[in-house]
């Protein structure tokens, strides 16, 4: 047996073959190379962890844990929304009803204490009931613009698909500038501005499907799926006499959320790292079975992801394992495949698994570690 150290927890275990392990500890997958004893695999270890404590990770951790209080059973999927926070990018939230979408974003307005709305989209609303419009002030004769709900630091827009493709159109200055354009003038948008969209990818009748343009605007896309028999139990037993969300506290301040979206960009990427990222995306480009394969804003998004999920984990620079951990929710929903592959049963998931086994994994030496 071998003795080893994990190079995501730091915590050490023992295996008869170092390669393409899994940690015991916290299920991470860990490529170690052939030629790497296990000396330098734990120096490995020690130089990647960041010394001290984490800033980032600490309140991520805060907001995380804050949420569970109201989403039972979906750590994963939390952890994910608060990535694409810290990224400054936007989340699509695609499931059935009633699998708490919509509590998902109440919940992390209530941890940060920051401004919420919400836009219910149905097939009448016009992009002013969004964005806002001027009237007409009889007292001073003049035209005052009066602010829409987009004018918010965390913004639900419920079931996007039901609204016209005017109305999703309203919403593209805003995810991707951070402003909105009115009667000539530009008006900027309080930061942090995050954007949540949900949609029922079941009831197709009456829907307007996101054009890929606006797809492409979403940093990731997430499915919250069922809860497991005892997680949907605990959360009957809890929410017996009240729901949680009426009693949920602040953990985070808005100014917590700038600094950590701006430390994001500060973790520490290898040339390998963005070689290895332009690498799966033109691998979408190219594979048989893609027709529209990821753009260069889908890289940018990549990497934006890899460098928040690693900074979460409390690390200070991304590993490839960021990268494969993140790639399936950054691409996901920006491919799109040929009829004749799907009518034989392909699907993205399936591509991208082939376009990470085709493409070779950088190695990260111990030297590799330290900045």
């Known amino acids: 047996m071998i003795k080893l150290t994990c190079v995501y927890c730091g915590k050490p275990y023992e295996a008869a073959n170092p390669t393409n392990l899994i940690c015991p500890h916290c299920g991470s997958k860990n490529i170690i190379p052939l030629n790497q004893t296990a000396a330098v695999q734990a120096a490995s270890a020690a130089a990647r962890r960041v010394p001290g404590d984490s800033p980032i990770a600490n309140v991520a951790n805060r907001l995380i844990g804050n949420i569970e209080n109201v989403i039972v059973g979906k750590y994963d999927e939390i952890l994910l929304t608060v990535m694409a926070y810290f990224a400054e990018g936007h989340v699509l939230l695609e499931d059935v009803p009633g699998v708490a979408k919509t509590m998902l974003a109440r919940a992390l307005s209530r941890s940060i204490g920051c401004e919420f ?14 964005t806002g419009s001027s009237i007409f ?15 918010t630091q965390i913004l639900l827009a419920d079931e996007i698909n039901r609204a016209t493709p005017r109305a999703q159109a309203a919403l593209l200055e805003a995810m991707a500038e951070r402003k909105v354009t009115a009667d000539g003038n530009n008006y900027e948008l309080t930061p942090p501005f995050f954007l949540i969209a949900t949609q029922n990818p079941i009831d197709h009748e009456g829907t307007f499907p996101l054009p890929e343009a606006q797809l492409d605007r979403f940093l990731i896309r997430l499915s919250l799926g069922y809860p497991q028999f005892e997680n949907e139990v605990a959360m009957l037993q809890r929410f017996k006499n009240q729901h949680s969300i009426d009693s949920l506290e602040t953990v985070a301040t808005v100014e917590e959320i700038l600094a950590c979206q701006q430390a994001v960009r500060e973790v520490h990427v290898d040339d390998k790292i963005f070689r290895y990222i332009v690498q799966l995306i033109t691998g979408t480009r190219e594979h048989y079975d893609v027709i529209l394969g990821g753009s260069p804003r889908a890289s940018m998004a990549l990497l934006r992801c890899a460098q928040a999920y690693a900074a979460i984990q409390g690390f200070d620079f991304v590993v490839p394992d960021d990268v494969k951990h993140v ?21 993205v998931r399936g591509v991208l698994e082939e ?6 994994v950088p190695q990260m030496p111990a030297a590799g570690f330290a900045q």
């Open 117 to 130: 709305k919400r836009i219910q989209c149905t097939p009448d609303l016009l992009p002013n009931d969004i």
């Open 137 to 151: 002030n009889p007292k001073t004769a003049e035209f005052e613009f009066r602010a829409g709900p987009v004018f």
């Open 355 to 360: 376009v990470l086994n085709a493409a070779p």
């Open 327 to 347: 790639i399936t929710y950054v691409l996901g929903h920006r491919l799109i495949l040929r009829p004749e592959s799907k009518l034989r049963k392909k699907n």
